[in-house]
């Protein structure tokens, strides 16, 4: 007999029934274990392991992970530029002027510190640790700024305020991008004082302007009466001059001319109480035979 001609006898199981439940029910087992144990941290967040509520020294970035089920949970924690809105903060200036703010902080947290902020603060720290400290350092700062210049050096105030909040968070994993500072108020007193400078103030730009326009018009009519006098100096310098030529040019052969042509042919009489005395003989032209 030849190697070939030996085969190993095979063994068949046949599964019952009872034995196909047993393999579906062990296959579910197995799908859930893996399902429940298998956790995906999102884009853009860390994930914060408890283990039976006590916080992991390490955090889980983006991506799959697997924990034990019932006993660990992640907690997904938002690592992107978050906005916070600050309520109104009330500070003095140097004169001891009060001065109202609002603004919004843009932060984000360090990933590799979440852990801890989770643990020591919790995910409500905007009103914990944020709030509280820039309304301490914006009380901090705005003392050393008189009440003029404080609209005037509004950012030099919003970059002193946001490098002093920035070491302060730090310290819980909060990292300051910037601050804005939306509105400044100040005193009812204070407005008003401004109200009535500014009021002044344009009360005495409208004089000004009116005292201008006066100028204006005074300087139109003396330039008027200039005109006007020089037009009759001009006029009279040129009657002068036609005068002067009228006289160069009359002449006794000018002056018999006219008095020739004015004349009516009529000589004149002298008369005394209705009587004539005598009459100047007209000359008769002679009669042609």
Avoid: C
């Amino acid at each position: 007999m030849s190697v070939r001609d030996f085969k190993q006898p095979t063994v068949k199981m046949a599964l019952g029934p009872v034995g196909r439940w047993s393999l579906a029910i062990l296959a579910l087992i197995i799908f859930l274990l893996f399902y429940f144990s298998g956790a995906i941290v999102n884009a853009g967040h860390v994930g914060v392991v408890t283990t039976f509520g006590r916080v992991e020294e390490s955090v889980l970035y983006p991506g799959f992970h697997l924990v034990f089920p019932i006993a660990q949970r992640i907690n997904q924690i938002d690592t992107r530029v978050q906005p916070h809105p600050f309520k109104e903060i009330e500070a003095a200036s140097q004169e001891m002027q009060t001065v109202t703010l609002t603004g919004m902080m843009n932060y984000h947290l360090e990933p590799a510190l979440a852990n801890k902020l989770f643990q020591t603060v919790g995910l409500d720290f905007a009103p914990k640790v944020i709030d509280p400290a820039f309304s301490d350092y914006i009380k901090e700062v705005v003392p050393q700024y008189a009440v003029t210049q404080i609209l005037q050096q509004r950012d030099d105030i919003r970059k002193r305020a946001r490098d002093k909040l920035g070491e302060n968070l730090m310290r819980y994993g909060i990292i300051v991008d910037d601050i804005y500072i939306s509105n400044l108020q100040f005193s009812k007193d204070y407005q008003t004082a401004i109200e009535r400078k500014q009021t002044a103030q344009q009360n005495v730009e409208t004089e000004q302007q009116v005292l201008a326009q006066k100028l204006v018009q005074a300087q139109q009519r003396v330039a008027d009466a200039k005109g006007e006098a020089d037009s009759q100096v001009v006029k009279a310098q040129g009657e002068a001059t036609a005068n002067e030529v009228r006289t160069k040019s009359i002449s006794p052969q000018l002056i018999d001319y006219l008095r020739w042509t004015r004349w009516d042919g009529r000589l004149p009489m002298v008369t005394s109480g209705g009587n004539t005395l005598f009459q100047i003989p007209t000359l008769e032209p002679e009669k042609k035979p």
